[in-house]
Nanobody
Framework: VHVVESGGGWVQAGGSLRLSCAAS????????MGWFRQAPGKEREFVAA????????NYADSVKGRFTISRDNAKNTVYLQMNSLKPEDTAVYYC??????????????????WGQGTQVTVSS
């Protein structure tokens, strides 16, 4: 198994959730790990990434200041702390290796295969 995501659930607007992603050794040695999400009827989009070498992170504008990505290298696990959740954050959240896109930011999925994801539902 490539990755296993967990931690999703239902929460009211303004609430918090913490997602976890347990990754295989092969996946976790990627230069960066990150989170993506897909809302119903929409394309999958980048959320956040964290680099292996120096721990630098980058975020989609829509989640900056609310979400925090972190990693525990001893556990091959990546986390996404989500605070001040909004109904528009409702989506299935996926974890993957991340690579730099043509623009230079780490915001593109590295692998073409995905885990089962974890559902996050935020009610207004």
């Amino acid at each position: 198994v490539h990755v296993v995501e967990s931690g999703g659930g239902w929460v009211q607007a303004g609430g918090s959730l913490r997602l976890s992603c347990a990754a295989s050794d092969f996946t976790f040695t990627s230069s960066a790990m990150g989170w993506f999400r897909q809302a119903p009827g929409k394309e999958r989009e980048f959320v956040a990434a964290i680099r292996r070498s120096d721990g630098r992170s980058n975020y989609a504008d829509s989640v900056k200041g609310r979400f925090t990505i972190s990693r525990d290298n001893a556990k091959n696990t990546v986390y996404l702390q989500m605070n001040s959740l909004k109904p528009e954050d409702t989506a299935v959240y996926y974890c993957n290796g991340v690579r730099a896109s043509s623009g230079g930011d780490y915001d593109s999925p590295l692998f073409g295969f995905w885990g089962q994801g974890t559902q996050v539902t935020v009610s207004s």
